[in-house]
């Protein structure tokens, strides 16, 4: 969801209104991706890093957030979807902890397309919190240190409740930035990646299209060879 604050100054609005469009976009995409049977989506909403910017900013995507999800958990519980927020809850405010609780309730049991939120979030911070959970497990005795693989810590990070669908098969990566900036490190390491100069607000329909037909083009080799 890259792109909100620039889509705004570009037309001369405040940051505010930028992210305001794109939460709105958010809601059409999920409903795009409902449509077109895609399992699991994961929107980054507000890094870590965006929490270095200016207070009334950080304030606003926060306030967005939390309406976000209160305007829609009705909606999508009653179309199937699964609406979670993942990321430092530490980080987010009160009321903003207590409507992804909500969230996470009222829909938990729905499978038609599960939804991340990623809040406070960083690829690092996930791993971080994965290896701290399985240290103390470790010091408490409840595991060997020798037996940690690559499912344990898996089955630790943020994204563990979606399972299979934890690790993206495509990353989407909108206002012509070419990196992943600390989403989803570990989940996104066999991730095929897409680039497009569009702004999150912009990213429609045509835009999404196009993303999914670049990833049905790849040949996803996984590390083998092809005989």
């Not at 938990?108 to 991340?116: A, C, D, K």
């Not at 702004?199 to 196009?210: R, S």
């Amino acid at each position: 969801m890259d792109g909100n604050t620039r889509w705004a100054r570009a037309r001369g609005l405040p940051p505010a209104d930028g992210h305001k469009a794109g939460g709105r976009n958010l809601e059409r995409v999920v409903g795009l991706s409902r449509a077109w049977g895609i399992r699991a989506l994961t929107a980054f909403v507000c890094s870590y890093e965006n929490l270095n910017r200016p207070k009334a900013e950080v304030d606003y995507m926060m306030g967005l957030s939390e309406w976000l999800i209160g305007d829609n958990v009705d909606k999508l519980s009653r179309q199937g979807i699964r609406l979670q927020v993942i990321g430092d809850a530490t980080k987010m405010p009160g009321s903003l902890q207590r409507a992804a609780a909500w969230a996470d309730e009222a829909t938990r049991h729905n499978s038609e397309l599960h939804v991340m939120l990623a809040i406070c979030y960083s690829g690092r911070w996930d791993m971080v919190q994965a290896c701290r959970e399985l240290a103390r497990a470790a010091r408490d005795g409840e595991l060997s240190p020798d037996d940690i693989d690559e499912a344990m810590v898996a089955g630790k990070l943020a994204t563990r409740d979606a399972g299979e669908l934890a690790c993206p098969d495509l990353v989407i990566r909108t206002s012509g930035e070419l990196r992943l900036s600390n989403f989803l490190l570990w989940q996104a390491a066999y991730s095929e990646l897409f680039f497009t100069d569009k702004m999150w607000p912009d990213f429609g329909e045509a835009e999404y299209l196009d993303a999914l037909r670049s990833f049905q083009s790849r040949d996803r080799r996984f590390g083998q060879t092809r005989l």
